[in-house]
């Protein structure tokens, strides 16, 4: 058994940086819950349930109880309360948890293969991992990817690429690789939305998923354009089928594809850190 006492202080090292990813998952989860819901409010003036509250998650959209802090813990605190609302026991949707136990699970996975070092490279993905999550969320519910969410995850791709220590190649090399990439992603996925509604005569790709091309070939680079295209086409023709049996919709929303196979190509790239 592992006892922190009698650990070497490479151990404890170790499990405090575990501890400090685990609360950042935790945290970043909340965050994309917020921005899923938040961005929904901005943009109809009212909140996900039918709810009239500008609020996020600071009251229980049934009987309106302002949500203590207790109430906001991510993920323990829906545990503990039994997926419900203290007050008038109404039943807290399960979204919230998934959420925060997907950017929990995408942050760990990122340090269990690449580690800690350096630290400003596993914020950006933790950050990152929580705008994936939150556009996917609100793709899934609005068919949408949000423009600021969308700029927020290429401004974290510039930081990632451009942060001093991940020069791979030199500063030319990487401005090639990574604006090239941005470029590269944008301009094909205009083009293929293109083509798609010549021969479907109906809009296939919305300008939100050419925009989160831009964002991709940011992080990606153009060495992993094939992979991410190839992978996000299966899993886009795999998401309709699904979509078209369980909701019945002949149209259906393309983001969710995107966003993880950018998660799946960045995770599995074997030159992401120095
Ligand atoms: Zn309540």
Redesign the pocket.
């Known amino acids: 058994m592992l006892s922190v006492w009698s650990s070497s202080p490479s151990d404890i090292l170790y499990i405090l940086e575990l501890t400090l990813v685990v609360l950042l998952g935790l945290a970043f989860g909340s965050f994309a819950t917020m921005m899923a819901h938040r961005g929904y409010i901005l943009k109809f003036g009212k909140g996900w349930q039918g709810d009239d509250s500008k609020s996020t998650r600071s009251q229980?959209p049934?009987?309106q109880?302002k949500l203590g802090v207790f109430d906001l813990i991510p993920l323990l605190s829906w545990l503990f309360q039994r997926g419900k609302?203290r007050?008038?026991r109404?039943p807290i949707s399960p979204v919230y948890p998934a959420i925060e136990v997907s950017v929990l699970l995408m942050s760990l996975s990122f340090f269990f293969l690449y580690g800690f070092e350096p630290f400003a490279l596993l914020f950006c993905v933790i950050a990152a991992s929580s705008i994936l999550v939150g556009l996917a969320v609100y793709d899934l519910r609005h068919k949408i990817l949000p423009n600021q969410m969308v700029l927020a995850l290429a401004i974290l791709g510039l930081v990632y690429r451009f942060w001093p220590s991940s020069y791979e190649t030199g500063i030319k090399l990487q401005a090639i690789e990574y604006l090239g990439g941005a470029a590269l992603y944008a301009v094909l996925a205009f083009i293929m939305g293109w083509v798609m509604q010549l021969l479907l005569k109906k809009q296939a790709l919305g300008m939100g998923d050419v925009k989160f091309f831009g964002a991709a070939g940011l992080w990606l680079g153009i060495s992993q354009l094939g992979a991410f295209c190839i992978l996000s086409g299966v899993l886009g023709v795999a998401l309709g089928i699904g979509w078209q049996y369980v909701m019945k919709e002949k149209v259906f929303p393309f983001g969710p594809a995107l966003i993880a196979s950018f998660y799946v190509v960045l995770l599995l790239n074997g030159s992401l850190l120095p």
């Open positions: 229980c049934k009987c109880a609302c007050h008038c109404a």
